[in-house]
């Protein structure tokens, strides 16, 4: 069975456990249910609020590099230290971290493979308590941002004009047809329904197991190149607000090996709110 292209940027939960007293891992959990975490979490985690502690509070932006620094060194994430990046409902939300992670140019981080879903299905242990965090002693490693990782509003309409990118729309059929424009429950909205013209749509959850991990190589492989998503193409992935389109960003360039990838973060709540732009159903 053939590997993964970068299989380290994954860690089982077997290895997680046994590893849960490492002083070298800061393990974090990211959800979209930010309560969850005072529910139950893996001992040792602390929690980011992606609302508050990965957006900019004014803009619809993300943090900046030096925030980031001091979020990391608050969380006790210093020179050598590995983060541990997991969430509930196959990692959506931990998954986009990890894309944001990369975009601002910090790399020592990996995602829990089956995140708290495979956690709880294996019985692992779970509290409430919150761990005493020290801030870090060192600064940890930031490179420059990676603005080849993230498309933004110029680029996308100048792209779907050209016809020079493939598309991969991660969402439900129902959100790409147009049927309902975002999942029952969430609030960020656009204002037309349906999707980018000659956009795949390949739902971001196809990508997993039943109990949260990532299917194989061959599986992923076949996935993707089935309906036409070749490692040979630039390609833009997108969603509702980017988070579950960083999942599939994931899958594609960490787990598959493919180059020329980008996340589209403003996805459709921007693009169905842009005036004039084509829209299909």
Not at 219 to 226: F, S
């Amino acid at each position: 069975m053939a590997e993964y292209v970068n299989p380290d940027v994954l860690i089982s939960d077997e290895e997680l456990e046994s590893r849960l007293n490492d002083p070298s891992l800061r393990v974090i959990e990211v959800d979209e249910d930010t309560s969850l975490y005072s529910k139950g979490h893996i001992p040792g985690a602390i929690a980011w609020n992606w609302k508050t502690d990965l957006h900019d509070p004014l803009r619809r932006e993300f943090l900046s590099q030096s925030k980031l620094a001091s979020l990391l060194k608050k969380s006790g994430v210093g020179a050598d230290t590995t983060v541990v990046l997991y969430a509930g409902n196959n990692n959506w939300f931990s998954a986009y971290t990890f894309w944001l992670l990369r975009y601002l140019g910090f790399d020592n981080a990996k995602l829990l493979n089956g995140g708290r879903k495979k956690w709880e299905l294996e019985s692992r242990e779970l509290t409430a308590d919150v761990p005493a965090v020290a801030p870090a002693t060192g600064a940890a490693p930031i490179g420059a941002v990676r603005p080849e990782l993230r498309a933004l509003r110029d680029e996308v309409i100048e792209s779907v004009a050209a016809g020079d990118k493939a598309w991969v729309d991660v969402r439900s059929p129902d959100e790409f047809t147009g049927k309902v424009i975002a999942p029952p429950g969430l609030n960020e909205t656009a204002q037309r329904g349906g999707h980018i013209p000659r956009a795949k749509n390949i739902p971001w959850a196809m990508s997993c197991h039943e109990d949260g991990t990532f299917k194989s190589p061959e599986e992923l492989k076949a996935l993707y190149e089935g309906r036409g998503v070749t490692a040979n193409q630039d390609t833009i992935a997108y969603c509702r607000i980017g988070e579950r389109s960083s999942h599939s960003w994931l899958v594609l360039t960490q787990l598959l090996g493919y180059d020329n990838v980008k996340n589209y973060d403003g996805s459709w709540t921007e693009y169905g709110s842009l005036v004039g732009v084509p829209v299909e159903r």
